[in-house]
């Protein structure tokens, strides 16, 4: 069997990568351009893919193809319709980054709040030093507890991030994205409510129909002038251009963004050149990815090769 990983580039350096030759024969590439697509899956029966696009057009020149393993959880790099029509399995792999995204939520978070950039620099330069009393008061920050976090999407990771906030004292409400999500451990707020009353919004839904640009010029103006937006799910549920705008125009106090509309960001994205960037703290899409997570992840895709084979004995 022949298994082609096609961006082996975006696990990583992790210990367990090996374990995909128990399968048969291995083929990696660090990334494959459309222009490499074809040649590389053309005697391919399994191909592993995290974002590279696997077309019907990719499908139809790929003619031994019997699984396509997406080592992420999101299917939209896949055409799933046409996949099914050919009798080409497709698994992804769910819940093996819940405790990585919901960390790196609230780095985004306190780091937009205790300003440890600045507060570090200020040190080392030799601003304390100088300093005639014992402290430092020119960035003031407020305390989590009895602030309100507005979540939208609460799926596991939103779950994660709801018991974190729990236990820095905070009140959690949610929106669901979906519509379909009843969860009553927290109140569940239609989403101008949510908006208009979080001193924090954290997006933890996935990019659907439902969601792209939800959150326009007019929603974030809904948010206080004090609230900080994060989004550590999917680029394009917020429009950037309009958040960059609100930043500008001091409509909400700050942004944390660890994903984009286009990644990696393009040099020309307006969130680059906000006139007051310590507004903003911008990740290259990594709270997915600490040691453990990407360990999990490709402990999970072999256990869906491995399912396949059982099913198709």
Same mark, same amino acid.
């Not at 999990?296 to 004995?313: S, T």
């Given at each position: 069997?022949?298994?082609?990983?096609?961006?082996?580039? @975006?696990?990583?350096?992790?210990?367990? #990568?090996?374990?995909?030759?128990?399968?048969?024969?291995?083929v990696?590439?660090?990334?494959?351009?459309? &222009?490499q697509?074809?040649?590389?899956i053309?005697? *391919?029966?399994?191909i592993?893919t995290?974002k590279?696009?696997?077309?019907?057009?990719?499908?139809?020149?790929a003619?031994? #193809?019997?699984?396509i393993? /997406?080592?992420? @959880?999101?299917t939209? &790099?896949?055409?799933m319709?046409? *996949?099914?029509?050919?009798g /080409?399995?497709?698994?992804?792999? /769910?819940?093996?980054? @819940? +405790?990585?995204?919901?960390?790196?939520?609230?780095?985004?978070?306190?780091? #937009?709040? &205790?300003h440890?950039?600045?507060?570090?620099?200020?040190v080392k330069?030799?601003?304390?030093?100088?300093?005639?009393?014992?402290? +430092?008061?020119?960035?003031?920050?407020?305390?989590l507890?009895?602030?309100?976090?507005?979540?939208?999407?609460?799926?596991?990771?939103?779950?994660?991030?709801?018991?974190i906030?729990?236990?820095?004292?905070?009140e959690?409400?949610?929106?669901?994205?979906?519509? +379909?999500? @009843?969860?009553?451990?927290y109140?569940?707020?239609?989403?101008?409510e949510?908006?208009?009353?979080?001193?924090?919004?954290?997006? +933890?839904?996935?990019?659907?129909?439902?969601t792209?640009g939800?959150?326009d010029?007019?929603?974030?103006?809904?948010l206080?002038?004090t609230?900080l937006?994060?989004?550590?799910?999917?680029?394009?549920i917020?429009?950037?251009?309009?958040?960059a705008?609100?930043?500008?125009e001091?409509?909400i *106090?700050?942004?944390?963004?660890?994903?984009?509309?286009q990644?990696?960001?393009?040099?020309?994205?307006?969130?680059?050149?906000?006139?007051?960037?310590?507004? #903003?703290?911008?990740?290259?899409h990594?709270?997915?990815?600490?040691?453990e997570a990407?360990t999990?992840?490709?402990?999970?895709?072999?256990?869906? /090769?491995?399912?396949?084979?059982?099913?198709?004995?």
């Open positions: 069997m022949k298994i082609v990983f096609l961006d082996v580039s @975006t696990m990583g350096n992790i210990p367990n #990568l090996a374990q995909l030759k128990r399968f048969g024969e291995l990696t590439f660090d990334t494959t351009s459309p &222009n697509l074809e040649e590389r053309r005697e *391919a029966e399994i592993i995290n590279v696009v696997i077309s019907r057009e990719a499908m139809d020149k003619p031994q #193809l019997r699984l393993c /997406i080592s992420a @959880t999101g939209n &790099n896949v055409d319709a046409y *996949a099914a029509q050919k /080409i399995a497709v698994k992804n792999v /769910i819940g093996y980054s @819940t +405790h990585s995204v919901a960390q790196v939520t609230f780095t985004l978070i306190l780091t #937009l709040l &205790n440890p950039s600045y507060y570090d620099t200020f330069s030799g601003g304390y030093a100088q300093s005639p009393i014992f402290t +430092h008061l020119d960035r003031p920050f407020w305390q507890p009895g602030k309100r976090l507005g979540i939208i999407g609460l799926g596991n990771i939103g779950k994660q991030v709801a018991i906030a729990k236990a820095f004292g905070m959690v409400v949610y929106y669901s994205a979906s519509g +379909h999500n @009843t969860d009553q451990t109140e569940r707020l239609d989403l101008d949510l908006l208009s009353t979080s001193d924090i919004v954290s997006i +933890h839904a996935p990019l659907s129909d439902k792209a939800l959150l010029y007019d929603k974030i103006c809904r206080k002038p609230a937006l994060i989004n550590t799910s999917r680029g394009g917020i429009r950037e251009a309009d958040l705008r609100a930043l500008n001091n409509r *106090a700050g942004a944390g963004l660890d994903v984009f509309e990644e990696p960001i393009l040099p020309s994205n307006p969130l680059l050149s906000i006139q007051e960037p310590d507004k #903003l703290v911008l990740f290259p990594i709270a997915w990815a600490s040691i990407r999990l992840l490709m402990d999970k895709v072999c256990q869906n /090769i491995e399912a396949f084979q059982r099913e198709n004995k």
